[in-house]
């Protein structure tokens, strides 16, 4: 009922910028929110930023806000992060995700797909 593909992964130095996409086929109707999640090596997975589908509301983790976007192409049914100024902080496996309740609970998002690598040195 729902895939998710991302792409966009990379190596950038510190203060660079980087684009997430996530192609997503969701058949389903209860899946209203999708969001971008990381897991560091030796960390937990941790919510960047989610959207309403069927709205403009957002949410996003402090440590990225004002620096991270999260938007959605519905026609294309694709789901971005754009990352600016990053950090060597920021480096991370990112995922995409959907699910049926708001917020940045990795436990809310029932569908992932495999993640795009993203390395930011100093």
């Known amino acids: 009922q729902v895939q998710l593909v991302e792409s966009g992964g990379g190596s950038v130095q510190a203060g660079g910028s980087l684009k997430l996409s996530c192609g997503a086929s969701?058949?389903?109707?209860?899946?209203?929110?999708m969001g971008w999640f990381r897991q560091a090596p030796g960390k937990e997975r941790e919510g960047v930023a989610a959207?309403?589908?069927?709205?403009?509301?957002?949410y996003y983790a402090a440590s990225v806000k004002g620096r991270f976007t999260i938007s959605q192409d519905n026609a294309e049914n694709t789901l971005y992060l754009q990352m600016n100024s990053l950090k060597p902080e920021d480096t991370g496996m990112y995922y995409c995700?959907?699910?049926?309740?708001?917020?940045?609970?990795?436990?809310?998002?029932?569908?992932w797909g495999q993640g795009t690598q993203v390395t930011v040195s100093s």
């Open positions: 969701v058949y389903s109707a209860s899946i209203h929110y």
């Open positions: 995700a959907a699910g049926r309740n708001p917020g940045l609970r990795p436990s809310d998002f029932a569908y």
């Open positions: 959207l309403y589908r069927g709205g403009y509301s957002t």
